[in-house]
């Protein structure tokens, strides 16, 4: 297999090689994103979520935002190449009922994350050996009887 007839391109997903490095990102579909959800100008943030204390819990009004769209792309990035921001994706996929503002506030979070980052990828090298892929869980959730 020749690199000359390896695609740059596939489902979305760019494709770089170099040297024995494969970087896999989604930049034109997170600038796709952005500028759907206008958000493209966001001051960028350097993390995709907060930590919400109780004092900013009253914020809770019911609200109109295509929430669920919004996290079905999301959930994409981070099924594909962006696995840095899926808990703060699944976090707010957990209000898809009935979003209220704090949650799509923590949804934009995301986006203006995104904005910094839209570079981002996974990165795999190849290495000379055979290397083993390892590992942990906490199968007994933490000693939890």
């Given at each position: 297999m020749t690199i000359s007839n390896s695609p740059?391109?596939?489902?979305?997903?760019?494709?770089?090689?170099?040297h024995g490095i494969l970087f896999?990102?989604?930049?034109s579909y997170v600038k796709k994103i952005l500028e759907k959800f206008r958000m493209e100008d966001a001051k960028p943030v350097?993390?995709?979520m907060e930590v919400v204390t109780d004092d900013e819990?009253?914020?809770?009004?019911?609200?109109k935002y295509p929430y669920l769209e919004l996290i079905g792309n999301l959930m994409y990035l981070t099924n594909k190449t962006r696995p840095d921001i899926s808990y703060a994706v699944n976090f707010c996929s957990r209000r898809m009922e009935e979003p209220k503002t704090r949650d799509v506030k923590n949804l934009k979070r995301i986006l203006i994350y995104l904005v910094s980052s839209k570079e981002d990828g996974i990165c795999f090298r190849k290495t000379s050996e055979c290397e083993k892929l390892i590992a942990y869980c906490d199968a007994d959730f933490?000693?939890?009887v």
């Open positions: 740059d391109k596939f489902l979305g997903i760019q494709i770089k090689r170099q896999l990102n989604q930049e350097t993390t995709p819990s009253n914020d809770q009004i019911k609200i933490a000693g939890d």
